[in-house]
């Protein structure tokens, strides 16, 4: 059922190399062309008159550009995220939500608080990510252990795990006075990026580069232990690799932004919905629309009650459900019962 | 009799079952042999009502399985699936007690425990009954799945690869139970069967599937023949006469 | 765990079950010594709740017995208690029924989104309507329409993806728990926006407590549950041909959908109550059916709902008592009865081979 889900993604790899070289198609420029301008848009949407006001365009650097190239890290990173985890998990449904990664990662934020008092923004991204390479390892392990009946039963475990991790954050914040921390955290918002606050998120670019350098052997690893090895691909070090890209991401968006839901898992499949199940090339694919998902998503959450502005992760949360669910109902069509 | 008429079912646009006509006589030893997805499974969970069917008819003893009550069905027909997994924790005991469920709704009369202990017995279990199910091996546990099945007395018992995570020996020993089951109790049992000689030797009539169709249906001389047998599972299969009857030799 | 070969051990079975045949059965529990286990237990628990509520009820009351306002004092507390007794009896059957119909006894039904659209409709109250609305939004009426609610829900979810030729399980799961998800986002939007003192007032709705239940809704509460709780025991021998699976039950004879169905929206029924009334708790009922199966070792429903339900009244009284009378500190006790049921998780779930 677990290769099922993901039809032929290794298999096709080889078939598919000379597809490879054309990226560069007419459909995929008219994307970067559309991100473009919403990117444009991005930058002049806002409550503070830039052409009107005398500090107009210095505002504009201090915190409209610093903002949209957030939007467009984060977008491409938490779509990676979710790409890598299906890649090697070869299940549809597993990102860094439905994973409890992104909990984790909230848990460790939260614990570096509570060590440190006034914790700056290293401290808090590392705590993030080695949180996250945790719970993800721990969810990984699970995943080796298990003999699963359904390929469904993957993101239910993943969800009642984060909410587990989120119930202990709920807990400490409770005991130590802390909620504040973790209602801050839940809502993931772009409203206090600005120039000296965002430039941890250039980590990003390094971990996307990897992600591009490894795509294939990450694939032959989504084919399990036995077959990745035989294959002479050391796979311990491949899951530990992915592990730790993962946790980067999840973690330095955390730590930066706060808690994104369900995009790492839309826009993979969306993409495959219209480009078929090869995950490898669609990376580039998967990461443009990522960019263009989320600046959709904040531009939408600067708008909608204008001149406030809601935490783009409640817009990702209900767009995102609902796409999640369409997902599932138009694959439960094509499902063998078996 | 298990009777099909005109059955269909459709996956998708390319994977079809049917139309599948076919007629299974009452007592006696039916198998289901064929190539890997040819629908043999499928076929036999159709007949078991844990498939629906798109279209067509099954009759068993006459009981059009679409619309008789299921709790009428459950004394006449029962089905093994290859794979059983219980979220419970049951003993071999109150496993097989389960098979008394149709009649007794739960509530085990002695004669209900009589019964169960009978195809305990029947099955070699007794030493075994109250071990959990997870403390047993494959081949035991297979053994308690068949005396559950057994133990609801239907006149018609579906089987799919009973042999499945069984030794030869184990298997031999299966067989030997299924054939006596089928004699003694007068029981019609019809399994889903990988190993073609194994079907040979214990069965009075083979179905042969191919592509979610009926290929060959007769008496285990008719079908043991080597164009047939070649041409459902397109490799070259030669039959010889063996000292228990025909032999495919691939 | 040898065994003999066929022809040898034909010979000697014989003997044995001759002589065992009158202790020959395939009851509830395998032996004598389960079934004595399963009763010191049931008793030892009902003891441990009966003792902590009458703590909860005397213990520390600042009035002495002979004071006029001691009855007074008595009777709210009675309230807590019976709120208590009602979310004890909604998880432990809930939780154990709605495992036992799923095949799968690490999922709780508090998953499918009956807590998020509850603090949906609650926000939705004070944010369409202001605080005044809130706070007006109680009564019987009220109470009924949210449950009214949260049920309907429930059953457009088992309607449209249990029935019919799709109909699958873990499709419904999924989708209840997505479908919570994006409602609590819905209920964080909407809370983003109200003013700091209608939130704090909707704070203290949304956190799960039992000196939350408003005593008013017991006379139209206590009647349904009972009748749930009836029901679901009479439907006991049932469930545990249920919980062999879709296959196996259909084999026996179950309509095995209508049944499902029938349960699951007896499961909606007690969590929309509990919800409504005491707020949400997620993994009370996954710690309360977890520990019961350990404490109970049958598979019999006759027997492991009692033992559900002594399990969830003793661990929520005697944690309320702990709570109030040697820790000295009220609001914590649900966030760590959540805490305690989420680390249960963790650990049930890591030790799973197969789901």
Redesign the interface.
């Known amino acids: 059922m677990r290769k099922h889900a993901i039809a032929g993604a290794g298999q096709d790899a080889q078939l598919h190399y000379s597809k490879q070289s054309k990226i560069w198609t007419k459909s995929f420029i008219l994307a970067i062309f559309v991100v473009s301008i919403l990117a444009v848009i991005s930058l002049f949407t806002g409550v503070y008159d830039i052409r009107g006001q005398e500090d107009g365009w210095e505002m504009f650097f201090i915190t409209r550009v610093p903002r949209t190239i957030a939007l467009i890290l984060t977008g491409a990173a938490m779509a990676m995220a979710g790409l890598v985890m299906q890649l090697i998990t070869q299940n549809r449904?597993v990102e860094p939500?439905t994973t409890g990664t992104i909990e984790w990662a909230g848990l460790g934020l939260l614990l570096v608080y509570l060590l440190v008092p006034a914790p700056s923004l290293v401290l808090r991204m590392s705590g993030a990510i080695l949180f996250s390479f945790i719970g993800t390892m721990?969810f990984f392990?699970?995943l080796r252990?298990?003999?699963?009946?359904?390929s469904?039963?993957v993101?239910?475990?993943g969800?009642?795990?984060g909410?587990?991790?989120s119930?202990?954050s709920?807990?400490l914040g409770?005991?130590f006075q802390m909620s504040q921390v973790v209602e801050n955290w839940?809502?993931g918002s772009f409203t206090s990026v600005q120039v000296g606050r965002y430039e941890y998120l250039w980590i990003i670019v390094i971990v996307t580069i990897l992600i591009f350098i490894y795509a294939n052997k990450l694939t032959l690893a989504g084919l399990g232990e036995d077959i990745s090895t035989s294959l002479g691909v050391n796979y311990n070090g491949l899951i530990l690799l992915a592990n730790a890209l993962i946790a980067v991401a999840v973690g330095v968006v955390a730590a930066v932004i706060g808690n994104l839901?369900f995009l790492g898992l839309i826009v993979p499949n969306i993409v495959s919905l219209f480009r078929g199940d090869d995950l490898r090339t669609n990376l580039p694919w998967v990461c443009v629309i990522g960019m263009g998902t989320i600046m959709v998503s904040d531009i939408i959450s600067r708008t909608i009650?204008m001149p406030?502005e809601?935490?783009v992760?409640?817009?990702?949360?209900?767009m995102?459900?609902?796409v999640?669910?369409v997902i599932?109902?138009r694959q439960?069509?094509?499902r063998?019962?078996s | 009799m298990i009777k099909l008429t005109e059955v269909q079912k459709q996956y998708t646009e390319k994977v079809k079952i049917g139309p599948l006509n076919i007629e299974i006589p009452k007592a006696g030893f039916t198998s289901l042999i064929g190539p890997n997805g040819a629908g043999k499974s499928t076929t036999l969970m159709m007949i078991g009502r844990l498939l629906s069917i798109d279209e067509g008819q099954i009759a068993v003893a006459h009981m059009d399985i679409g619309s008789s009550k299921s709790k009428d069905l459950a004394k006449i027909i029962t089905i093994l699936r290859q794979e059983n997994h219980f979220v419970t924790r049951l003993s071999v005991r109150q496993l097989v007690g389960f098979g008394r469920f149709p009649y007794s709704d739960g509530r085990l009369t002695l004669e209900d425990e009589a019964i169960i202990s009978k195809y305990i017995d029947f099955l070699d279990l007794t030493e075994l009954e109250n071990r959990y199910l997870d403390e047993l091996s494959g081949g035991q546990r297979q053994r308690a799945y068949v005396a559950m099945v057994l133990c609801q007395e239907t006149e018609y018992v579906l089987l799919d690869e009973p042999l499945n995570n069984l030794d030869i020996a184990r298997s031999v020993q299966m067989m030997e139970h299924l054939r006596a089951a089928a004699k003694e109790f007068g029981r019609t049992i019809v399994t889903v069967m990988h190993d073609i000689n194994f079907a040979a030797k214990y069965s009075d009539r083979i179905c042969a599937m191919k592509d979610g169709q009926i290929a060959a249906y007769g008496t285990v001389e008719e079908i043991m023949d080597p164009e047939i047998l070649t041409s459902i599972f397109e490799t070259k299969i030669e039959v010889i006469e063996g000292p228990y009857g025909p032999i495919a030799i691939y | 765990m040898s065994t003999m070969p066929y022809s040898t051990k034909q010979e000697h079975i014989a003997m044995p079950s001759e002589k065992h045949e009158s202790n020959r059965s395939a009851k509830a529990f395998r032996t004598k010594k389960d079934a004595r286990r399963y009763w010191i237990i049931l008793i030892s628990l009902i003891a441990l709740g009966l003792t902590a509520s009458y703590g909860l009820l005397v213990y520390n009351n600042p009035v002495p017995v002979s004071s006029p306002s001691f009855i007074p004092v008595v009777m709210r507390r009675v309230d807590a208690l019976i709120a208590m007794l009602i979310a004890a009896v909604c998880h432990s059957l809930a939780t154990v029924s709605f495992q036992s119909v799923t095949n799968n006894r690490i999922i709780t039904p508090s998953l499918l989104g009956f807590e998020a659209l509850y603090s949906v409709i609650q926000t939705g109250t004070i944010f369409f309507f202001g605080a005044g609305a809130l706070i007006n939004f109680v009564g019987i009426g009220s109470y009924l329409f949210q449950v009214v609610l949260m049920v309907c829900m429930s059953l457009i979810l088992y309607g449209w993806l249990l029935s019919g030729k799709y109909g699958d399980l873990q499709l419904m799961l999924l989708v209840g728990i997505i479908i919570g998800t994006g409602l609590s986002s819905v209920s964080t939007f909407m809370r983003k926006l109200l003013a700091p003192s209608e939130f704090d007032l909707l704070q203290a709705r949304l956190l799960g407590s039992v000196n939350n239940a408003d005593s008013s809704y017991f006379p139209i509460v206590i009647p349904i549950i009972l009748v749930i709780a009836i029901l679901l025991f009479f439907f006991a021998r049932k469930l545990n041909v249920l919980s062999l699976g879709r296959d196996v039950a259909t084999t026996f004879g179950m309509n095995y959908q209508a049944s499902i169905i029938y349960i699951l929206v007896l499961v909606a029924v007690l969590m929309s109550i509990s919800t409504s009334l005491i707020g949400p708790l997620t993994f009370y009922g996954f710690l309360v059916a977890t520990l019961s199966y350990q404490a109970a070792p049958t598979y019999d429903h006759r027997y492991i709902f009692p033992m559900a339900l002594a399990l969830a009244f003793g661990i929520l009284t005697s944690a309320y008592f702990l709570m109030y009378h040697v820790f000295d500190s009220q609001a914590v006790v649900s966030v760590i009865i959540e805490l305690f049921g989420g680390i249960i998780f963790l650990i049930v779930v890591l030790r799973k081979r197969s789901l």
């Open positions: 449904f939500t721990i392990l699970f252990r298990v003999r699963l009946r359904s469904l039963i993101p239910i475990i969800l009642m795990l909410a587990v991790i119930s202990v709920t807990f409770l005991f839940f809502v839901p009650i406030f809601v935490p992760s409640l817009i990702l949360g209900t995102g459900a609902v999640f669910i599932l109902l439960r069509k094509t063998r019962v």
